[in-house]
């Protein structure tokens, strides 16, 4: 395979889980080391005729799929606010639950440790599920 972009690599995960499971999809070609595209919002045209029966592509993963949803806000709370687990999670009974959220460790003065043990969680993911998958990266 292709050495492939770090940087590729997460853009086509952000993509795929900028919306619930299953709604966007990411292919990365093991032959070329590109990725293709898949949403109801963007045109399938120019996808290769092969893509849904050839062993060449993998499906980038969504972020449920690393632990990286609520399973990562579960993992910092315990490690920095673990006398607000019941507040927080009563967060996540309501819409807009992740602006909550991200609205009180604002308040705690944690958003920007949020930030980046959550890149630092993503990044460690991903570059896993890269080596799991024999995907050579750069950078």
Known sequence: MK????DDIELAFM?????????????????????FYISYDIDADDLPDDIEDSDDY???????????GK??????ISEHLPEETHRIYQFFR???AYSKYKDFLFEKGLLDTWH???????S??????????NIEIIG
């Open 3 to 6: 050495k492939i972009s770090y």
């Open 15 to 35: 993509f795929v889980s900028s919306q619930p499971e299953f709604m966007n999809q990411a292919l990365l070609s093991k032959s070329t080391g590109e990725i």
């Open 58 to 68: 993998l499906s980038i993963p969504h972020q449920n799929e690393l632990d990286l």
């Open 71 to 76: 399973e990562l806000i579960s993992q910092f």
């Open 94 to 96: 309501q819409k807009g």
């Open 116 to 122: 980046e043990y959550e890149d630092n969680k993503r």
């Open 124 to 133: 460690d993911a991903l570059r896993n599920w890269c080596a799991d998958n």
